[in-house]
């Protein structure tokens, strides 16, 4: 069960443009989600996050926005680097349930181009 | 501080053995999850560990299993292994439950 969704496979984006991935979720009681980045042959690290209570939250260069009702997330960059070429892991865990099972999304791969 | 660390980094196995992963958490965490991931896939979620009991399992056949020591390094089993199971084993811990998870570089497990 597909409960975290990231529908692109695949991103690719200017140096110095903004990069936009996106994820929805299907469990309602879902109220914590979180951004991971990975590198190949690395282990993901974690990125962001952001609670339901909130609708936005920045980090420098990153800013992630919650829509409730929409049940999607989207994380921002701006502006994209090079170096930020890696795949981008969704994950979300409802708070009421105590636990650490997160659920996440297939990944999304961007490419940033100098 | 050391981050969380996975042996062995790679491991070939043939269909029907079993075979046992290890993580070491980041000192200090208590809580250890394990996920697979495939490619398209994304990290499917195993179990969780804290305080050395299982608190919470994915949906997984029971020929996976695991545990954790009161040090909080934990095991992964998987017995009577499938072509399926072929796959990058990760683990995360975090200092308590429903905190952002460090995550260790997996485990590649490909079975012949």
């Known amino acids: 069960d597909q409960q975290v969704k990231q529908n692109s496979p695949s991103l690719s984006v200017q140096e110095g443009r903004i990069s936009i991935l996106n994820c929805d979720y299907t469990?309602?009681?879902?109220?914590?989600f979180l951004w991971y980045k990975k590198y190949p042959a690395e282990g993901p690290t974690f990125l962001i996050s952001?609670?339901?209570?909130?609708d936005k939250n920045e980090d420098g260069r990153f800013t992630v926005f919650l829509n409730k009702s929409a049940k999607h997330l989207s994380l921002h960059i701006v502006p994209s680097q090079p170096g930020d070429s890696a795949v981008y892991f969704c994950a979300a865990s409802a708070s009421s349930y105590n636990n650490n099972d997160m659920r996440f999304g297939a990944g999304t791969r961007l490419t940033v181009k100098p | 501080k050391a981050g969380v660390t996975q042996t062995p980094r790679y491991l070939i196995k043939t269909r029907g053995q079993q075979v046992t992963l290890s993580c070491s958490p980041i000192?200090?965490?208590?809580?250890v999850s394990w996920y697979q991931q495939t490619p398209g896939q994304g990290l499917q979620f195993l179990f969780e560990?804290?305080?050395?009991?299982?608190?919470n399992k994915g949906n997984f056949p029971g020929r996976f299993s695991g545990r954790q020591f009161s040090n909080s390094r934990s095991e992964m089993n998987v017995s009577t292994l499938e072509l399926g199971d072929s796959a990058l084993y990760l683990c995360a811990s975090s200092l308590t439950r429903g905190q952002p998870q460090h995550f260790g570089d997996g485990t590649r497990l490909s079975i012949l």
């Open positions: 952001i609670s339901s209570i909130k």
């Open positions: 469990n309602s009681m879902f109220d914590y």
């Open positions: 560990y804290f305080s050395e009991t299982q608190r």
């Open positions: 000192s200090g965490h208590r809580s």
